[in-house]
């Protein structure tokens, strides 16, 4: 279990901007995350990552279901150190990293739904997990 | 802001002495650290009424949880403990009662053993289905786990809550594929199950009952103690893997099918959870259902002649069944063959081959298989759409409505009839037939998700409806096995045999065992005495 000081203190308000501004279109100066998690469905998505690659940011690829990127990755990494992901997904990838994340001391510091949907016609959303002080 | 009847000093003292048990940093008291308990799918979302905590504290070993409880019982806090806290669609890490103080275990995440020789573990209730299939992925061992869908949880929370899985019936039931467990009480005093409370016992998870009555039960759906560890039977790693499915072509062939397939899994014959289907009415890994049979349903209902007869003509199966089978590839291949030979009993019964897989699975089948059958802990089920129109906002949660009844198709098709008609008197978006899970090996589950929404009416019109149909249920003989804080009183009054004396025996124990009424107050219907005449 890691310490609850184990936060990324600098750079959660700069990396806010960034995935919200990406979406939009917005040029952004480059910002690190651990993953940036895009789902192959959504052709949005899938340019979001493509964006996130450019600047030179590890991307992983999910077709909905983050089980293998939870087992082989984040869940082995947020045990060592909790360390920030930004994502452009549906719902429930984000329901579901949330909660795995807050096991380990992590939260959602942004969540911005986008213009564009899921296949349920409910919009896609935009979020960074990054550890995060509680006091 | 303090549990009900506990003075704000008297909970600050409480929370220091917390604080000196397990360190100040785990103790959590912000709103924004407490909100992380909410029950994500609570049928109370944003009334007056929602079960929320004042805090929360997370141990890390049994000598703090004494700590913690011993402090509690001082100050007659109430506590909630959770495991991991995952259970969504049963009410997740809320508290029955609010104000509760949870007492989160998911830092005692310890695998402190698992046998190969005697296929076990015995584990800490933080410790969740993924951790437990990382170790033993890691050690190459061949064991599996029976998990549940989502694997997110936890063995401890999971077993006690009476969960299920998808393996042979012996560890599909997570309870009664429990060995023994370890509980603190109330006063912080600490008991260990079955043979572990033999000092030095050399079968802890070898036999389960020790000596004297079998009291495990007693802290499963309850609020008698605070479990801390727990030994569990896990299944050796099979040979083979192998489905076939039968299919029958009359509607009363329901019947027949469901007792052969009782027979053969009572027999041990099949060994893998059944999947029951209809082919005719479609659904979950049917084809899709034609315009023309919703018609008819929505006509005249599954007993419709005319659906019947439509079915008969295209020479399409009105029931379907797939069968299952772990073991060596030889017994399990004849044990497939046996079950046919007793399945065309049936006139016109058919049958075809399905899966076959020896282990370890290549990584293409590892990707194609349903993995909790092959016990493997997935998440997959939060990426398939649920959106229809009896949950048109799947993202904002659901209550599983889930009665046991008679293994039997004369009581599917009973319960079909009855629950269709509730539907149409409450309200609620029709089902036209539903067919069982089969969790257990002598009853059916049925389940319905009924949906959460963040629509106050809507919920409130939602939780009522739950309720008459937990009445309907009950009328029938039908109880539910599980449920939601939010029903679990509702629930209880169901099981009211001889002026409800199984309540009243929980509630002579829980005076006995928790005379502050400090654990999981109104857990499962169970309310300490200073609660009980203001919850009646």
Known sequence: ?135 | MPPPGVNAKDFSDALKQFEEAVGKEWVFTSDEDVALYRDAYSPFWGEPEERVASAAVAPYTVEQVQAVMKAANEYKIPVYPISTGKNLGYGGSAPNLSGSVVLDLKRMNRILDVSERNHSALVEPGVSYFDLYRHIQERKLKLWVDVPDPGWGSPVGNSLDHGGGYLQPMYRNHFDSHCGMEVVLANGDLLRTGMGAMPGAQTWQQYKFGFGPWIDGMFSQSNFGVVTKMGFWLMPEPDAYLTGTVSVPKYEDLIPMIDILTLLENSGISNGMPGLGSPILGGFMMPQRAPEVTEMLQKDGVESASLHKYAQDRGIPFWSCTVKFYGPEKAIRAQWEYAQEKFSAIPGAKFKDDEFYKFPLTPDQFNKVHKPEMGIPSLEMFSIGARSPYNPTPGQGHIWFSPIIPRTGEAVLEANKVFAKAAKDFGLPLLSFSLPTTYWMRSFIFLFGFPITHDIATNKKNRETFKQVVRVAAEHGWGEYRTAPAYQDAVMDTYSFNNHALRRFHETVKDAVDPNGIISAGRYGIWPKHLRETKA
């Open chain 1, 1 to 135: 279990m890691n310490s609850r000081r184990e936060f990324l203190q600098a750079g959660i308000a700069a990396s806010l901007l960034p995935v919200a501004g990406l979406a939009s279109g917005t040029e952004t100066p480059p910002v690190s995350f651990y993953k940036v998690i895009v789902d192959q469905r959504f052709s949005s998505s899938v340019e979001f990552g493509e964006a996130w690659r450019a600047r030179g940011a590890s991307v992983h690829t999910i077709r909905g279901d983050i089980t293998d990127l939870w087992f082989h990755d984040l869940d082995p990494q947020w045990k060592k150190r909790p360390v920030s992901i930004a994502g452009l997904t549906a719902h429930g990838p984000l329901f579901c990293l949330e909660r795995l994340a807050w096991d380990h001391r992590m939260r959602v510091v942004s969540r911005i739904e986008q213009r564009s949907h899921d296949g349920d016609g409910q919009p896609l959303i935009s979020w960074v997990i990054a550890p995060k002080d509680r006091t």
